[in-house]
Structure formats: C-alpha cells, structure tokens
C-alpha cells in the first residue's frame, strides 16, 4: 500500500506546474524533475520486483508511471550531454567572459571567489547577494576591475559588477520588488559593436521567500520585451531562481528568440553546492543568435551555497542579432497577464 501511494504522488506531482498555478507548492516539481525521475525509476523497479499478480489496476499504475517519466524525460533531455548539438566552433570578431556567481551574504570565504576569478581572469564579474562585506573582501580586484557597479544590499539582493574597461548606459533598475535590482549596461566589444547585457537576480517562490512566482515571472517578461525592441547582441545572465524548462523560462526564450548554452553541454546545476544530491540549475546565461559561448565552466566551490559560472561569449563574423521571436496571440496575451500579476 505505501508503495502504491508513493506511486501515485510521484505519477501525478511533475503535472503540477502544467497547471500554472503560481504557488510555489504547484512550481516545486519543476525545480526537483532530476531527482523526481531517479525516484520514479526506483519506484518502477520496486514494483516490478514486488507486483506478484498484475490485475488491470497494476497495469494502469504500471504505464501511467512509465508515462510521467517519459514526460519528464522529454522536458530535460536536451539539456543532457547526450542531446546531439553543433559545437560551437563559428569565425569570431569579438569576445567577452563574465564570471556571475551568488556569492551568499553570509558567507565570507572571499579569497576562495578570488582564487576562481585568479583562474579565469574574465572581462566581467558578477556576484549576488552581496552586501558591503562583501564589497570590502573584494575591493583589491579594483586594481583590475576599476569600472564597477555598487549595489550593496543585506536583504540577501545585493549585486556588485566588476569590469576591467568601461561600460555604457549603465542603468540598475528595480522592476517588479522594491530592494531586487537587476544591472543593465553594455560593454564595447569593438568601436562599432555594443553588447547589451541584462543582469538578474529575481526572488524565487518558497515558503521563506515569496509565496508565488508572479514577481519572478513578471521581471523575466519584463525584460523580454525590453530585449525584443533591442537591434544589437544581447546577453542575460545571472541567478534567475527557476529551471530552464519550466514553462515561464521557455516562454522568456521564446519571445526573445534567445539561445541557451546548456542544451547538449549539459545541465550545469549550480545550488546547491553542498548537498549533491539536491542540486537544480538555477544561474543561467542566454544569447542572441549573433553570438556563441564557446567556453561554459561550472566554477570550484568558494563556501556559498551557489557554484559560479564562467562564460566566453563570442560575436559571430557577419552574423545579424534577432531579438524578436514569434509568439502567437495567446502567448502574447500570457505575457502580459504575467507581467500583471506580478506587479
């Protein structure tokens, strides 16, 4: 009996953000699909070992399991080693790294964060949740970062970039929630070529955070449509708190026409760093077909609760950016119903 019952919740939960309901009780399955399939492979053998007469109850049980793995399967697979991709191997005309990592505000192993900006030595650095503590444990990368964005906060949003030539139209808004800034800027990849980049770090739906995922979801569509009224190459990145093939995610990328990196590379989950087992990959970078990452690395653990991650972002020899995808009139209409909901 207590097999049957963890069956069924384990046939039915990976359904509930098909719902869309924005709880974060209904978004939960989305974030935890890696594991979910693991138990639901286990369940699948358990039953298989112990099932001694299958009546026709057993056998609904029986496919209506292998159909939820299936549906969670197709949802992750492209974003396995396995999925088949083109390396990215295109002629280049410019390039920028970005080092982007929540560091945890409580954390204060700050020379561990520079031993792994030592290593990669990237254009940009990107922390979040970083707090004036954090601001002091860095300020000797100054030397090499003069250029810097300051946004010290101690509600665990704080965010501080680093650059080691100047940026343009720098602009640090704060969308949807008082005290959760996003960073806007672009960075000169040549005289004539600009990088818009979009740096975001919106609350995530918990039960210690915000209820819903209306602010979260509302900043994403917020910043989509900013980016489809951009004609340049674009770049968003940072801890976005949600998965890359949750519905909100897709649609972001979707209306952008953006391309994300982990497809056939693999799922890179960055937090949480400690406990392996509950790992989800939360901190993500997508781009406009103009421009490839030809190098993505899961950086060493520096004490937070988030691994960081290394980008090498390069500009495609001739290549035009798109920034406008097709939506259709419903996704057009959930848009902006999103964006809404969380303001």
């Given at each position: 009996?207590?097999?049957y019952?963890?069956?069924?919740?384990?046939?039915?939960?990976?359904?509930?953000?098909?719902?869309?309901?924005?709880?974060?009780?209904?978004?939960?399955?989305?974030?935890?699909?890696l594991?979910?399939?693991?138990?639901?492979?286990?369940?699948?053998?358990?039953f298989l070992?112990?099932?001694?007469?299958?009546?026709?109850?057993?056998?609904?049980?029986?496919?209506?399991?292998?159909g939820?793995?299936?549906?969670?399967?197709?949802k992750?697979?492209?974003?396995?080693?396995?999925?088949?991709?083109k390396?990215?191997?295109?002629?280049?005309d410019?390039c920028?790294?970005?080092?982007a990592?929540?560091?945890?505000?409580?954390?204060?192993q700050?020379?561990?964060?520079?031993?792994?900006?030592?290593?990669?030595?990237?254009?940009?650095?990107?922390?979040?949740?970083?707090?004036?503590?954090?601001?002091?444990?860095?300020?000797?990368?100054?030397?090499?970062?003069?250029?810097t964005v300051?946004?010290?906060?101690?509600?665990y949003?704080g965010?501080?970039?680093?650059?080691?030539?100047e940026?343009?139209?720098?602009?640090?808004n704060?969308?949807?929630?008082?005290?959760?800034?996003?960073?806007f800027?672009?960075?000169?990849?040549?005289?004539?070529r600009?990088?818009?980049?979009?740096?975001?770090?919106p609350?995530?739906?918990?039960?210690?955070?915000n209820e819903?995922?209306?602010?979260?979801?509302a900043?994403?569509?917020?910043?989509?449509?900013?980016?489809?009224?951009?004609?340049?190459?674009?770049?968003?990145?940072?801890?976005?708190n949600?998965?890359?093939?949750?519905?909100t995610?897709?649609l972001?990328?979707?209306?952008?026409?953006?391309i994300?990196?982990?497809?056939?590379?693999?799922?890179?989950?960055?937090?949480?760093?400690?406990?392996?087992?509950?790992?989800?990959?939360?901190d993500?970078?997508?781009?406009?077909?103009?421009?490839?990452v030809?190098?993505?690395?899961?950086?060493k653990?520096?004490?937070?609760?988030?691994?960081a991650?290394?980008?090498e972002?390069?500009?495609?020899?001739?290549?035009?950016?798109?920034?406008?995808?097709?939506?259709?009139?419903?996704?057009?209409?959930?848009?902006?119903?999103?964006?809404?909901?969380g303001?």
């Open positions: 009996m207590v097999l019952i963890a069956i069924v919740i384990f046939i039915v939960s990976p359904f509930f953000p098909a719902t869309e309901n924005p709880h974060w009780f209904f978004r939960t399955p989305d974030f935890i699909r594991q979910s399939i693991t138990i639901q492979i286990a369940l699948l053998v358990l070992i112990f099932e001694n007469t299958f009546t026709l109850f057993s056998w609904i049980l029986l496919i209506a399991l292998v939820s793995i299936t549906y969670q399967a197709v992750v697979f492209p974003y396995s080693s396995l999925y088949p991709r390396k990215p191997d295109f002629p280049s410019g920028v790294s970005i080092l990592g929540n560091v945890l505000q409580d954390n204060t700050y020379n561990l964060l520079k031993e792994e900006i030592k290593r990669y030595n990237p254009d940009l650095i990107l922390t979040m949740e970083s707090d004036k503590n954090w601001e002091k444990g860095l300020s000797e990368i100054e030397q090499t970062y003069p250029y300051k946004i010290p906060l101690d509600n949003y965010m501080h970039l680093y650059s080691k030539i940026l343009k139209n720098v602009e640090v704060y969308h949807v929630e008082e005290g959760v800034p996003s960073i800027f672009e960075y000169p990849l040549s005289k004539t600009e990088v818009f980049f979009a740096c975001l770090h609350a995530p739906p918990s039960p210690t955070e819903t995922s209306k602010e979260r979801d900043e994403l569509m917020i910043v989509g449509k900013k980016i489809r009224k951009l004609d340049k190459p674009v770049v968003v990145c940072g801890d976005m949600d998965v890359v093939w949750s519905r995610t897709r972001f990328k979707k209306m952008t026409a953006m994300d990196p982990r497809i056939g590379r693999g799922f890179f989950p960055t937090y949480h760093a400690k406990y392996w087992l509950m790992r989800f990959p939360l993500h970078l997508f781009h406009t077909k103009d421009l490839f030809k190098t993505m690395v899961r950086t653990n520096f004490g937070s609760d988030h691994f991650m290394y980008y972002i390069h500009h495609k020899n001739g290549k035009k950016p798109k920034t406008k995808g097709n939506l259709n009139g419903d996704e057009k209409e959930e848009v902006e119903e999103k964006i809404e909901e303001k």
